[in-house]
């Protein structure tokens, strides 16, 4: 702070507190006028002060060193020793205030976290750097509501698709039990499933997934999953239909109908079962878009001259083979 010889702390203490008499906020006011950084001090002396209010725990403040901290921050010069005691007494007073709200200023900001649970279907989430989050039916995302510090760091229970934003400087981490996966900026789905289950799929850019001791790099196409048993696998991704879920998109392209099947399970959550193993290899080639369950089956039906039973969640395909 700028400090002036006519100028005391205790003075600009009171400006801030408004009990300044008119000739000393005259002088303040003058002070203000010789240098730009003299009101930007005094804006954070009354940013402390305001922030004073909310103070509850006056007991855990150590005076001198938040006082000497405050000192130190801020460049506020000692004030000069005075004889008269009713200057000494306000004086220390103004000491034991700044200390208290020293201990409020200096202490680190606390982050108010936030958490989403897509529990009636999927969710999109937007962070305060940009980055977009698209949360499948039951996942759950913690995350700050703004980031701080030298990483971005969220937490991710079930399968979530992350378009994160570009940061050199502060990479974007996603915990998912007891894995961690690091990038900068890019695309990738991470479906955290229960126990140690765990499957990264990397859709474009580069992420570092951590495990323990066990790492691995992934490029645009590859994936990383982890087994009930913990155990880390680095391969190719081979679900062309990962997407699905967020596009409500299924694409086969001569694909065998033991694939399509597994595919379609899983979109629609529900158990398909195929009756006669001369089924397994038929290929299908077809694109279902936002079509309901049972729009999908009739046309497998129609195709392939099957007939479809039902209970519950369990469909089973009874037929006699491709055409």
Partial sequence: MKNDSTISDHLLLDYVREIASPEEKTKVEAWLSEDKENQVELDKLRKVWERSNTIQDFDAIDLNKNWAALQSKTDIASTKQMSNTRYIWKYAAAVVLLAATAF????????????MVADSGKVEVRLSDGTIVWLNEGAKLDYPDTFTGGKREVTLEGEAFFDVAHNPDKPFVVSAGSTKTEVLG??????????????????????RFTKGKQQATLTPGQKVTVDSKGLVQKSMSDKPNLMSWRTNKLVFDNTPMEEVVSDISEHYKVVLEIMHKDFLGCPVTTTFENEPLDEVLATLAEVFDITIKREGQLYQLVGTGCK
């Fill in 186 to 207: 890019t695309s990738f789905n991470i479906n955290k499933g229960d126990g140690e289950a765990f499957e990264l799929n990397l859709i474009t850019g580069k992420v």
């Fill in 104 to 115: 409020l200023w200096l202490r680190p900001e606390r982050i108010e976290m936030r958490e």
